[in-house]
């Protein structure tokens, strides 16, 4: 399989020859073994039982190997890590050791969080960029810039490429296979959860469809701040012997270190007069096909607008496949920049702006999702709004649309096809 440049790539050659140790986080099958991989000079795969038992009987053997030496897995055996941060502690010399894990582990499984020793970094699916779905024209980073960088671009992806994209996946290992196989591996990742990868991390499963109907309802929150109590109703409607809140909490956090889960906060400014915020975080997947995948959805059942949500905000499902595909590529963008991302929702509702990005010093540039290829005075309300509020903390705003062309409107909006945005 081609390998695709990540922007989780850079960020390595940036930090591998000045660093000791750097963990790459992720979801399981967002690449990050093949990323990593391509810079190790030792690999210690700990997803295979056998080399798994010998390091568990003894994890220092993993310092008595040729280095860069990639811990594949790590969290399966949690004492490498351990060995790791002692290690870098009496010698910082860089480029010493790369892990990947696709959990993480369960609070004192080790004795210390690495912090100063050990980096972390985020991989997620694949964005757009990523996929060559187009030449990006615009920079989030130089969006971030605070400059107001010229917009101009043109691309040929419209509504229909757009929802194949959400169905096709941001695995690497996914996104090119057939459409029956696709599904058949999206079903099957989905029941390994189920089945394999949360008892794994320490949650007892008594009724497995009971957690995978959870998982169903939160794909249909997805893009929303519906509560967990509303989630867990529409994940039981019919039965009279609901679980309990507890249980439900239990799926959210194994399901969160598994990195399955990918929400964004509700964004919180530290130095301006917006204080009514809602702080309750809006729920996304890792993938939007995993999403897409649970409710069932279709390329012919999105673009007829079919599809239930569940939230209180307006818009089609497919509305809201469209902004957690967004999101996730801004979110890659923004990590690459050494950004927060948030979300702003007033709490009364009047005001809400789908992606807040917020650089070191508060400053942020604010973006809204829209499924449309054109934008009008309506659709920029709630970026004005903001921006009177504000004022200087604010860098830039843009909306993110299905069009062909990305441009300045003349009170300086930047619209930008989704297709045309890097990082």
Not at 159 to 169: A, K, P
Request: with cysteine; aromatic share 4%.
């Amino acid at each position: 399989m081609e390998y695709h440049v990540r922007t989780v790539d850079g960020q390595l050659d940036d930090l591998l020859p000045e660093l000791a140790a750097i963990a790459i986080d992720g979801a399981k099958a967002v690449g990050k073994t093949a990323t990593a991989e391509r810079r190790a000079s030792t690999v210690i795969r700990l997803d295979s039982s056998a080399r798994r038992s010998v390091i568990e009987a003894d994890p220092e053997q993993v310092l008595r190997t040729l280095p860069p030496t990639l811990i594949d897995e790590w969290q399966l055996v949690p004492e490498v890590w351990d060995v790791v941060r002692r290690q870098v502690d009496g010698d910082p010399t860089p480029s010493q050791f790369l892990l990947t894990g696709s959990a993480t582990v369960r609070p004192g499984a080790t004795s210390h969080s690495g912090a100063g020793r050990i980096v972390r970094l985020r991989m997620r699916p694949m964005t757009l960029d990523e996929r060559r779905t187009d030449s990006p024209t615009v920079s989030v980073r130089d969006l971030l810039g605070g400059k107001r960088p010229a917009v101009e671009g043109e691309t040929t992806i419209g509504l229909g490429d757009y929802v194949d994209e959400i169905l096709r996946s941001g695995f690497p290992g996914i996104r090119d296979l057939p459409p029956r196989a696709r599904l058949a591996q999206l079903d099957g990742y989905l029941q390994s959860v189920v089945d394999r990868d949360v008892p794994e991390n320490g949650l007892a499963v008594r009724k497995p469809a009971v957690l995978l109907g959870w998982l169903q309802a939160y794909a249909a929150a997805t893009s929303t701040n519906a509560s967990y109590a509303r989630i867990l109703d529409a994940a039981t409607p019919r039965e009279a012997d609901k679980p309990a809140k507890t249980t439900a909490i239990a799926y959210r956090d194994v399901l969160t270190r598994l990195w399955l889960l990918d929400p964004v906060p509700g964004w919180a400014p530290t130095r301006n007069v917006l204080t009514r915020l809602q702080q309750a975080p809006k729920h996304h997947l890792a993938d939007p096909a995993l999403a897409a995948r649970l409710v069932g959805a279709s390329a012919d059942s999105l673009l007829a607008g079919d599809g239930a949500t569940l939230g209180p905000q307006d818009g089609t499902l497919l509305g809201h496949l469209f902004e957690s595909l967004a999101t996730l590529c801004v979110r890659v963008a923004a990590d690459a920049a050494h950004a927060r991302i948030g979300h702003l929702r007033t709490r009364n509702g009047d005001h809400e702006i789908d992606l807040v990005v917020a650089r070191g010093d508060g400053k942020v540039v604010a973006f809204e999702v829209k499924l449309s290829a054109t934008v009008n005075d309506h659709d920029v309300r709630h970026l004005r709004w903001l921006a009177e509020l504000i004022g200087l903390d604010l860098l830039d705003l843009a909306v993110l649309t299905t069009g062909p062309t990305a441009y300045r409107r003349k009170d300086g909006i930047a619209v930008i096809p989704l297709a045309l945005l890097g990082p």
